[in-house]
């Protein structure tokens, strides 16, 4: 089995990133002997080094700027962006403004904060090297006149390099198929290389050397109840009965997950597969890792938005129209398209619009990246594709006050940490479900809540959090806070003393046995060691479990139940799984799982 290393990974992704561009019919990079883009002709700086500061998403970016006349011949970045995705992001960003020698560059998706912080500080950098800085914010692809229209033919074509479009594509590719996956970010990964990468599977090797009792009925019963009878049977058990087999299948590929399995938020069950690499890069790497291995035969091309499916005069989805950079795609795909384009978290007209359940949704933040807006879904309604349960939007009670990521939470799994309100006081049974939480926390006071931890969830002040950032980093940037004793604790966050004191205390006893006061069963240790820790979190939109309906095979149905031929759709694009909750943990089972099943039944699909 092969080993990936976070750095193989990294070296990879980045020579991906140029791969993608040159697959995406970008400008190769230039060399100071040939400078090609139209600002290389000019002088463009004072030749020297300079340093240009901003902030980031964990404080701040430093750049060290090297140019030319013509160009910026090296840039040294020193920051401290979350391991795997931001730094991730810096470096395609090097890379980039490097080649295109320019300020006009898109975001990385999922590392929107880091982004902005490396081109703030690349702008301050070049603006002491005397550079034009509207000149330079103008994008590469803005700059050309000439835009050349292509036609792609294939036999598997997948929209969207998420978690699903990417176990498509290198399913389908073990399958026998050659593969064309779009996208339209920058770079791959989509909402799965942020999540926070919890997978729900039974799992006899590692649950009972830890004691727990599973069964295949048991997280079939608590998807289905944990949805309120909504989501499909049939698809439901697909889920639960190909999880575990799908983590042997990115086993296979070579990706490594913990030994142990906890509870992540919601998942009511400790049946939580955690990778060893951070965030949901550990997924997206592994199949990264296989695609650069079999380039021949799958290509990605990035920056490529699909607009339209293409269906032929006897009702058979045949491809796809898309909008490059350098212009029009069509994809042709002779086995079957499949739509992975993700949810609608980020498109707040949709929410809007389909929200039935929530008080309002129009200024909730989201955890989500900003390519998440429900494309698939409306291409698909286009051509009468049965779109259900659309109003199943779930929020989560985690979200970053500032931003509305996951990042910044100090909760190490469900059993170790409480939440308390701004008086100091618990308002519910914090092992519950997602829905149920997000809505307690909405009835209290600036719907804001802090979660609070002890020593047992960080031993040492380096442990780092599920995003791979330190406690101790955590507190010097004023996300977390640290006391010796809950009085002081309570005093630094603004809360009531007394009552964070009873309030812990009353779950110290629920953890000896006591019945607890909101029916929480979930505890392993008592919060009694310091030092104690605070967070501050609000609700955040998190996932839409409605979409395109799928039958077990990942077949898309029109809306008088029939087949649509050509077509299949994996990820959180599809809807009817989940029903009206979806159990922490539960979407990378999805994802990897229904992405895996399309990519080899569209392969199949003569
Ligand atoms: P899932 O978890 O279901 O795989 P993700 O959010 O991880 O969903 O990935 C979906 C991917 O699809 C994202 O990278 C997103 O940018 C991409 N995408 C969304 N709409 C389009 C589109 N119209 N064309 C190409 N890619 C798209």
Redesign the pocket.
Known sequence: MKKITRKLATALLLVMAVTLSACAGKDTPDTPETPQTPAAEEKMFNPGTYEGVAKGFHGDIKLTVTVDEFKITEIVADHTETEGLGDNAIEQLIASAKEKNSLGLDLM?GATYSSEGFLAALEAALLKAGGDIEKLKVKADETETEKEDSVLDTEVAI????????AAAVSAHQNGAKVIV????PN??????I?GSAFNAVDEKRQSAQGIEDSIEKHYTQTYEGGDKQGDPELVRVLVENAYPTIEWLESLGMEFKDTVFTVLGALWPRSHKPIEPLGTGYINTYMNYINEHKDDIQILTE????ELVVSAEGRVTGFL?EGNKGKVTVNASKGVII????FGANVEMRDQYNKIWPTLTDIKTT??K???G??II?AEKIDASIVQMENIQLLPMGDPETGSLSGNIEQGVENRIFVNNKGNRFVDEGARRDVMTKALMQQENSSMWVIVDQHSYPTGDTVNNFNESIDSLVEQGRAFKADTLEDLAKQIGVEPENLKKSVEAFNDSVDGAKDEFGRTLFMEKIDTAPFYAGARVPTVHHTMGGIKITAETRVVDKNGKIIEGLFA????TGGIHGANRLGGN?LAD?NTF?RIAGEKAAKNE
Do not use: F, P, Q, R
């Open positions: 998706s929209i969207g390099a998420g978690g699903a479009g990417l779009i996208e339209k970010m791959v990964g989509g909402n799965t290389i999540s490529t938005e699909a607009k898309a992975a384009t993700g949810g989500n990246h390519g998440a807006t494309d698939g291409m994996a990820g959180e694009v979407a994802v992405g």
